[in-house]
Structures are given as structure tokens and as C-alpha cells.
Nanobody, 128 residues
């Protein structure tokens, strides 16, 4: 079992920055691909960015590419999401998720149903 706890959400102005953290406990990150998803009211949960354990490849949603950066500290079992140049449309609940990594197509990591472990979510609100 992997327990995930997000932190760092809050209120930011458009153009501002926030940094989210996701701390894992129970088991280490070893062997797991990690993802940040978000869900806005009335919308489906969508991948923001994922990072693989195998090779460290990253997959960003087009909407955040160039603005958001994912990072993982395997020694601390912590995942980060640096969010810059925030926009009101980034407002959502952000979730950290984990799935045992393998040799999958990139589309695999964009699919929420593939992930086995989820955090409780942290609210990010961006005002205009």
C-alpha cells in the first residue's frame, strides 16, 4: 500500500506561482510512476503531468507545458509540482497518484483509471 498526501494548494493570482508537494508513506516510490491530475467542477479528472520511474520520462498536458514542472525526490519519497504563470483555468482540485511502472505507451500515463493509489487532493484557486 502507498499512502499519498498532497499539500501546498491555496489561492494565487493570475500570473503567480504555487508549489504542490505529495508525500508518500507506506512504501517507497521505487518502481512507481507518479502523476498529478486535476479536476475542476463539472469536468472529468485530467492528467496534468506524469513522471515515470523507468527512465524518468515526463508527459505534460498541452495546457500546462512550459508553465508547470514535475520533480520527484526519491530519497524523500516526495513528488513536487511547480506551477508558474498560473491562469484562472488552472483552478481545480489537484491529486497526486501512483501506479507501478512498466513498459507502456505514453497514453497509459494519461489514463486516471490506470493509477492504483490516490491522495485526497488539494484545492488550487487562481483569481483573475
Amino acid at each position: 500500500q502507498v499512502q499519498l498526501v498532497e499539500s501546498g494548494g491555496g489561492l494565487a493570482q493570475a500570473g503567480g506561482s504555487l508549489r504542490l508537494s505529495c508525500a508518500a508513506s507506506g512504501r517507497t516510490f521505487s518502481g512507481y510512476a507518479m502523476g498529478w491530475f486535476r479536476q475542476a467542477p463539472g469536468k472529468e479528472r485530467e492528467l496534468v503531468v506524469a513522471i515515470r520511474w523507468i527512465g524518468g520520462s515526463t508527459y505534460y498536458a498541452d495546457s500546462v507545458d512550459g508553465r508547470f514542472t514535475i520533480d520527484r525526490d526519491n530519497a524523500k519519497n516526495t513528488l513536487y509540482l511547480q506551477m508558474n504563470s498560473l491562469k484562472p483555468e488552472d483552478t481545480a482540485v489537484y491529486y497526486c497518484a501512483a501506479v507501478r511502472d512498466g513498459y507502456y505507451r505514453s497514453s497509459y500515463y494519461f489514463t486516471a483509471q490506470k493509477y492504483d493509489y490516490w491522495g485526497q487532493g488539494t484545492q488550487v484557486t487562481v483569481s483573475s
